[in-house]
C-alpha cells in the first residue's frame, strides 16, 4: 500500500494541511490531495481555487503529491483511482469522534480501503480553516498560520463577502 489520498475541504489550505501532506509524502510513494467539490457547509473558495491555492504550495516542493478534486463518496473515488488508502489527520481529541465514525462508515462501504491517522507538529495542532477564517475575518494577521499568497486571497475574499458583494465561492 504505497498510495493514499488525502481528502479535505481546505477552505482555504491552512500550514496544518501542509504539514500533513510533507508528512504523507514521506510515508507514501504517491499522494493524491483530494478537495471535496460537494461540502455541506456552502465555501467560501470554489473546487477550482481551493485546488489552485493547493497546487501552488505543493508545486516544486513534493514531488510524488498532486492535487485534484472529486464529488460523491471517498472510498468509491479511491476504489476508481485504484488507491486503497486514505490520509486523515488528527489534531486534537475533539477530531477524534468524528474521524472514527468517518473512518468506520467508509469501512462498512469499502472494507479494502484503510484509513491513516497522522498527527501534526504541536505547532499546528490546534489549526482550523475555520478559525484562520474567522480571525482574518476580524482583521487578524494569521501569516505564521497559513501561507501568505492564501492569506491575500483570503482578505480579497472576505472583504468581498462583507461589502455584500456577494462573497462565497463563485
Ligand atoms: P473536512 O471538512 O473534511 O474536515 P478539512 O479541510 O477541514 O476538511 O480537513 C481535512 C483533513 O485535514 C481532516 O482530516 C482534518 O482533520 C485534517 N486537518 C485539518 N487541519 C489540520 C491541522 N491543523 N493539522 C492536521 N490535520 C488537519
Known amino acids: 500500500m504505497t498510495e493514499a489520498i488525502y481528502p479535505g475541504s481546505f477552505d482555504p489550505v491552512t500550514n496544518g494541511h501542509l504539514d500533513l501532506i510533507e508528512r504523507g509524502s514521506r510515508l507514501f510513494s504517491r499522494l493524491i490531495v483530494a478537495v471535496a467539490r460537494n461540502v455541506d457547509k456552502a465555501p467560501l473558495f470554489s473546487s477550482e481555487e481551493r485546488v489552485a491555492m493547493l497546487r501552488e504550495q505543493v508545486a516544486g516542493r513534493f514531488a510524488n503529491v498532486e492535487v485534484t478534486s472529486f464529488a460523491g463518496l471517498i472510498v468509491e473515488y479511491a476504489r476508481q483511482s485504484g488507491v486503497h488508502c486514505l490520509l486523515r489527520g488528527l489534531r486534537t481529541i475533539a477530531d477524534f ?74
Not at 117 to 142: H, K, N
Open 97 to 170: 469522534e468524528y474521524e472514527f465514525q468517518m473512518a468506520l462508515t467508509n469501512r462498512r462501504l469499502a472494507p479494502d480501503i484503510e484509513t491513516v491517522f497522522v498527527m501534526p507538529s504541536l505547532r499546528y495542532s490546534y489549526v482550523s480553516a475555520r478559525l484562520i477564517r474567522e480571525t482574518v475575518l476580524l482583521g487578524a494577521d494569521m501569516s505564521h498560520l497559513i501561507p501568505a499568497s492564501v492569506q491575500t486571497k483570503l482578505r480579497a475574499r472576505l472583504s468581498t463577502a462583507r461589502e455584500g458583494k456577494g462573497g462565497g465561492a463563485p
